[in-house]
């Protein structure tokens, strides 16, 4: 996607399928100011910049991963719009953040709770996949804390977890606008969500059509490669 190019390292968590998902479901909108909270290898705000975002900003507790990101930004040549703060999404010191509040955080959270099967035994990959460093609703609760009104919230999660999700939001004050269920095939049940909420908006809810990952042959679909192909 536009050339970029990602470091990654095996011993730590190494981005999917779901981060691109994310970065081409939220809204983006000229001169957006994104912030990732929960960056791990950066790769949000790098597609985020590409799809014309004006300052993007990750939050990382991992310093390796946050050390990578860096790297990543500056290979890309996009340190002038892109950054990485290394802090705690429970601790959000927004002193640290370049902008005060932001148009559209997004984040790709740990998708299990504690309890909720095997945990890696590296702890970065732990703390990517279960909320060993921060639970749903901590998320959720940061990216309340630095929207703007009227600002929108976009989340790639589990689609069991679904109602807790829209409880978590609406405790929170953000609004549930857009939703779409992300299915492995056509004839496979959902096994992701995406979902966009804004900050003190009206509530309905517009629910997408389905998003299919790969053809029943096992070849991604073309709304999947139309999403790599757009940078070529």
Not at 75 to 89: F, Q
Not at 137 to 164: C, K, N, P, W, Y
Request: with cysteine.
């Amino acid at each position: 996607i536009n050339g970029l190019k990602i470091i990654q390292q095996g011993q730590e968590f190494r981005f999917s399928l779901d981060s691109v998902l994310l970065a081409h479901f939220a809204t983006v909108r000229p001169g957006d100011k994104a912030l990732d909270l929960g960056a791990g290898t950066g790769v949000l705000g790098l597609l985020l910049a590409a799809r014309g975002v004006s300052v993007a900003c990750g939050v990382e507790i991992n310093p390796r991963m946050a050390q990578m990101a860096e790297r990543s930004i500056r290979l890309n040549k996009l340190a002038e719009r892109v950054s990485v703060v290394r802090g705690d999404v429970r601790e959000l010191d927004k002193a640290l953040l370049p902008c005060d509040q932001w148009d559209l955080v997004v984040t790709n959270p740990p998708y299990r709770p504690l309890g909720g099967g095997k945990i890696s035994p590296l702890p970065g990959v732990a703390a990517a996949r279960h909320e060993t460093a921060g639970t749903l609703t901590d998320f959720v609760a940061a990216a309340r804390s630095v929207i703007r009104q009227g600002g929108r919230f976009a989340m790639v999660h589990l689609a069991e977890r679904l109602t807790e999700i829209m409880a978590v939001m609406n405790k929170a004050g953000i609004e549930p606008k857009r939703l779409r269920l992300v299915h492995p095939m056509a004839d496979k049940k959902a096994k992701l969500l995406l979902v966009e909420g804004v900050r003190a908006g009206r509530p309905g809810l517009s629910v997408l059509p389905p998003l299919f990952v790969y053809h029943p042959e096992g070849t991604y679909s073309n709304e999947i490669m139309a999403y790599y192909q757009a940078g070529e």
